[in-house]
Every structure is written in C-alpha cells, then in structure tokens.
C-alpha cells in the first residue's frame, strides 16, 4: 500500500464548478497535511496546510481532514480554467522528517 | 524575497560526467531538501539537511552527494552521471523539519546521454 495516495486523474469539471480532490494516507500517526499545485513544467506550490480535523477554509480553497479515516480532501469552489494543474497530496511519514508525495491528481477545467 | 533560487535550469550531461547543482533560499529557513520527479514516481526524496551543519539521506540518495554550505545554500552532487539520473530536481526549504509546508525552487531539468 502506498504511503499516500491520489486518483491520478484526469479530473474534468465545468468552469464555475466546485472541484473535490481526495487524498488517503496509511500512516495513522501523520498529523501534518499539505496540498500543493503544480502546473505543467512548473515546480510545487504550496496552497493549503491543515493540521486539524475539520475544515479549513482559503479563499476558494477547503481543506478537509479526517483523521479516523485517513482521508484528507480539498475542495475548490468556482472553478477557473486557470485552476487546471495537478494537485499533489502531502503529510510527514514514519514520524520522521519525510515529507511524503502522492503522485497527484490532474484537474481540467473546462469553458 | 526571490525565495528558493536553482541554477542551472536545464543541464544535459555524458555518461560519467559530474556536476553540482545549486540552491539558495532567502527566507531565513532552517531546513533544505533535494527531490527529484519522475513521471508516474512522483516526488522522491533524495538528501535533506534539517539545519546548518545536518544531512540526512532520504529515500534514493545513491549516486548522489550534498553539502549545506551554510544556512542559505544546499547543493547536490553527482559524481558520475547515469541515464537513471535523468530527471527534474526541485530543491525545497522549510522552517523546521516535520512542520510547516516546504517552499520549492524553480526546478533543474537534467538529462543524462
């Protein structure tokens, strides 16, 4: 089992749609979540951190953590075109330093 | 802030050749870390140094060397250059291990022949 997993896609949604990327982890110590977006050719950008179960809300971002089902989410509410990128998953494994990936989910949104 | 600097931006290599590659970050951040991305791998760890003066091997550090010059800059090795080693290199920086989110530079495209 991966240690953080993603549907890799692609994710297709209509401009003004809300997008819902979904991310498990097996580690069940992890207590740290990061999403970042990565456009094509372009390096990691780090969007949200949550740390706690719940919502945590920027701007049109949601994160969702839900720490019993391992499962962390993030929601992004009308959806631009400009927001078609690969989304990358992230918490710390093995209660080490790792910063462990998944290997992202592409998001399309289309006009 | 320019945030986390790399140079080169792209490099093409021979068999057995070496090169470094360099990072710089200026946000006064403890920690620094070297990942390669490969398609369908996603991001691997390869050396980080949790601060100045500390690394620590990640999950493919073989083939590879670093050093933490100082609290501004990491570079990464590669002795002998290998086809396998052709990939994109993202160097990163955070304030401490095991917390917060790690701010990555703009990438290395290396390939090696």
């Known amino acids: 089992q991966k240690e953080v997993e993603q549907n890799s896609g692609p994710l297709s949604v209509p401009e003004g749609a809300i997008a819902s990327l979904n991310c498990t982890y097996s580690?069940?110590?992890?207590?740290?979540f990061f999403w970042y977006r990565q456009y094509s050719g372009k390096s990691p950008e780090l969007i949200m951190s949550?740390?706690?179960?719940g919502d945590k809300e920027d701007g049109r971002f949601t994160a969702q953590l839900n720490k019993a089902s391992q499962y962390v989410s993030l929601l992004i509410r009308d959806s631009q075109p400009s927001d078609s990128a690969t989304y990358l998953c992230?918490?710390?494994?093995?209660?080490?330093?790792?910063?462990?990936f998944g290997t992202g989910t592409q998001l399309k949104v289309e006009l | 802030n320019a945030g986390v600097t790399q140079t080169p931006k792209f490099q093409v290599l021979k068999t057995g050749q070496s090169m470094t590659l360099q990072c710089a970050q200026d946000?006064?951040?403890?920690?620094m870390y070297w990942y390669r991305q490969d398609p369908g791998m996603g991001l691997r760890l390869i050396y980080y140094?949790?601060?100045?003066?500390?690394?620590d091997k990640g999950e493919v550090p073989n083939g590879y060397n670093v050093s933490r010059l100082n609290k501004r800059e990491f570079s990464l090795r590669l002795e002998s250059a290998a086809p396998s080693q052709t990939s994109v290199y993202f160097c990163?920086?955070?304030?401490?291990?095991?917390?917060?989110?790690?701010?990555f530079g703009p990438g290395t495209r290396l390939t090696v022949t």
């Open positions: 992230a918490t710390f494994t093995g209660g080490g330093n790792k910063l462990t």
């Open positions: 949550i740390y706690s179960n």
């Open positions: 140094s949790a601060s100045e003066g500390t690394t």
């Open positions: 580690d069940r110590v992890s207590q740290s």
């Open positions: 946000m006064n951040h403890n920690s």
């Open positions: 990163a920086s955070s304030e401490a291990t095991k917390t917060g989110g790690q701010y």
